[in-house]
């Protein structure tokens, strides 16, 4: 669908020039042919929950601190199963209430079909500085709590990287194919949330952190292994999720996924809307005709990032209530805001 064609709709229309109005953050699924994306508010750090007809996907869990909003988003949505729990790359603002949605989820008897990150080995741990290597092994420690292995948990206060690696090892061998590396070379990752709503998987298997590499190297390049991957409504319209990438990977996709970012009409900009991981090219292929912007104005990214090319429509996260969400439809206009919760800052179209 032409992105000329999509119209947004705000129920309160004065929205888009006072400040932000909250509403409720409970929002039962009434449409089941309805998409919905929603993103906890939670300032400068990620969480997402897509669903559609009963079927959900979490995408990244934000701070430790952000617990009470993450669990209140998936409860407020009587998430108890997931069919996709993907962390897009292991630091603290993605991965840090992941034990806790994990928690959640056994303690409500729930189900998780797939967990999906990236797999590092011994020597990229070693290369990785101590609390991003600390937040894999957690992850770790979330797969075996799920699988009802607590005492094989490690010690994050103490544990051997070797040992770390070959417990991952066993991890993504076994457990049914709970663990999932996803790249755009596996096909057979991708997967369909439910009827033609997909998710379409962007990322290359290769990893930018290479054992010894410079130390003030490793946070961009930890950045740069973000999952990416399209989300696609059975209309046709899309929504590209991006991570922490910066300006290397966004520029690998546009040489080697064109034709899947070119029809995305809703970003979610990378790196939280920081000015210099936000590379013109990239934007312009992506060409969006409305932008999330995980973030709150304190931060000041906005004004910076909208130099750097056309975002269409810019939102931003902010800290006030739970969460805010987005939603696609069939009928028109196809893409609109289910709240007012949703912070606007520029129209980025002229």
Known sequence: MKKFKIFICLFIVTSLFVAPITVSASLPITVTTTLYVDAARIGEADSFLISKNGKFMLVDTGLSTDSTKVINMLSSRNVTNLKALVITHYDVDHVGSFLDVIDYIKNHNGTIDHIYGR??????LNTLTPQRRTNY?????????YLNRSSEEFNLSSYDTVAVATKANELFGSGDGLWIFPTR???????????????????KWDSYIVPGM????VPANFNNDSLTFKLTYENGEAMLFTGDISWTPQQDLVDNCYSQISTCSILKAPHHGIPDYQKPSFIAAVNPSYTLATTDLSYNRLPGMITKGKYGMVYYTNTASDFCTIAIRLKAPSVYL?????????????
């Open 119 to 124: 797999k590092y080995t011994s020597a990229q």
């Open 137 to 145: 092994v957690m992850f770790i420690n979330g797969i075996l709590r």
């Open 185 to 203: 070379t596996n096909p057979i990752a991708n997967f369909t949330l439910d009827g033609n709503t997909t998710v379409t998987w962007l990322n």
């Open 214 to 217: 410079d130390p003030a190297d």
């Open 338 to 350: 289910e709240d007012t919760s949703l912070s606007f800052y520029t129209n980025d179209t002229n």
